[in-house]
């Protein structure tokens, strides 16, 4: 426990930086590409008293019931992200190319039994027609997608024809931008050097381009160390919608001035703990100990932790659970391989 109190203190020391430059930004840039109609209205009348809004009014709120037609548009369909904060769901690994009705299983598993608003897309399936079963079962369980384009480990062009088949699919599904919140590049660009800075923020910008319109931001989903080894790469950072920062404190290299001082919304998406080490999972410390009261200490001191996320710039920190189960990734999910909850898992949604 001892190691996992320390790491902790490392993780709070950064989103105390990150909530301290919000006071030096303050007009963080919003997550999105466009303000709500309700957002702008609050905005101007800020000096009076503030307009009551149902924050639950919207997808992918908890109690929010998604209506059985696609809406005409995405107006005042998405919940505020300034309203988003603590545990949001899942990393989801689909290398295994998972059937629809598996995702129907899991994705209402997530919904119904974790409270979970989105899920966060890991690794790639190049099925034709696997990102429309997403989108289909993520509609039906009121999930919102943190999609991926996946670069895999080390470099590899692959992830221009993922980008390719995404973008077209978001276009070609009437259902993709009603569940598909932010697109990720990734995992770890930067980090594996697979493009440079420039060369990434060139695509970021493209990509928020082709999307712009079915209003779906963009952002890199990198360790913060992919930054810094990048001289800071502030060009990305600055292209980028939202950060979405992989905390896997087990690998805990200290690598964290780059990402914080944007004033952007920041998610923890890649963010856990493993049970068991093998070869790839080995701690950079000798004091990290992979178990699984480690793993669920890890998660238990991120929900302690609710307040003091949720006082991070742009409506605090929401974070995923990485990941689903083991069958997915060994020793990082809350399900053993086996389906078998390894430790009871119930975070807060608010605080
Ligand atoms: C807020 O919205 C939710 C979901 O649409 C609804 O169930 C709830 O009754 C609303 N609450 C109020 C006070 O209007
Ligand atoms: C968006 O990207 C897709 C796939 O690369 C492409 O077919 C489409 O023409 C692009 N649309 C725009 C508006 O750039």
Redesign the pocket.
Known sequence: MASLVRFLLFVFLLLGLVSHSGAYHPNPVRFGHRRSPRSKRVSRRSCQAPVYTNISACFPALGFTTPSNVPASTDGWWCDPVNEYAFLGFSYEVTACQSLSQLQKEFADIRTNFNGRYVRLYGACDREGFYDDVVTAAWDNTLGVHALIWFGYGSSSKWGSR??????TL?SNPKAKFVTRVVQFGSEPLFDQVLSPAQLTTQVI?AK?????IGIPVTVSDLAYGYQRNGGAQDVLDAIDSINAHMLPFFAASATTGITGTGKKMYFDENGWPSITYSGVKPQSKVAVASVSNEQGYFGLLDEHCTDLKTVVAGGVGWFAHIYSDAQEPGYGIYSSSGKLKFPFAPRTSC
Not at 163 to 168: E, G, I, K, P
Not at 209 to 213: A, F, R, V, Y
């Open positions: 980008r390719d088949t995404l973008f077209s276009h493209a381009q082709n999307l712009s319109d």
